[in-house]
């Protein structure tokens, strides 16, 4: 797992009458950053990356930053309660768009982009 280096920012998980979503959905970090995306209400949430649209050379780094909160491969276990988290680092990761989801709300559009400077 490559650590943190610089800025972590944070990411809601939210389910509620306007729908399930990320906020922010997309954000644009520099390699060596966090994030932390924190379950907030309509739970169970979790974050996972396609491994179909993560690049080849890229999958084994970004499977390692998940650390002990994977449930698969690119997947993160799901956080049920409000104020669970789940940090993933961006360390070692090349510049790209990485498309991520939360497992159970796919249907429902719960996706986002992760932009790598």
């Known amino acids: 797992m490559a650590p943190i280096t610089g800025t972590t920012h944070e990411?809601?998980?939210v389910g509620d009458a306007k729908g399930?979503?990320?906020e922010p959905a997309n954000l644009t970090v520099k390699q060596g950053?966090?994030?932390k995306w924190i379950m907030i209400s309509g739970g169970p949430h979790n974050v996972a990356f396609d491994p179909a649209t993560i690049p080849p050379d890229v999958r084994p780094q970004l499977d390692a930053n998940m650390g002990t909160d994977r449930m698969s491969e690119l997947s993160?276990?799901?956080?049920?309660n409000p104020g669970e988290s789940i940090t993933i680092s961006f360390g070692n990761?090349?510049?790209?768009?990485?498309?991520?989801?939360?497992?159970?709300?796919l249907a429902l559009g719960m996706k986002g982009i992760i932009t790598v400077q």
């Open 11 to 13: 990411v809601k998980m």
């Open 20 to 22: 399930y979503r990320f």
């Open 33 to 35: 950053d966090g994030i």
């Open 76 to 80: 993160s276990n799901m956080k049920i």
């Open 93 to 105: 990761i090349k510049p790209g768009q990485y498309p991520y989801h939360c497992t159970p709300h």
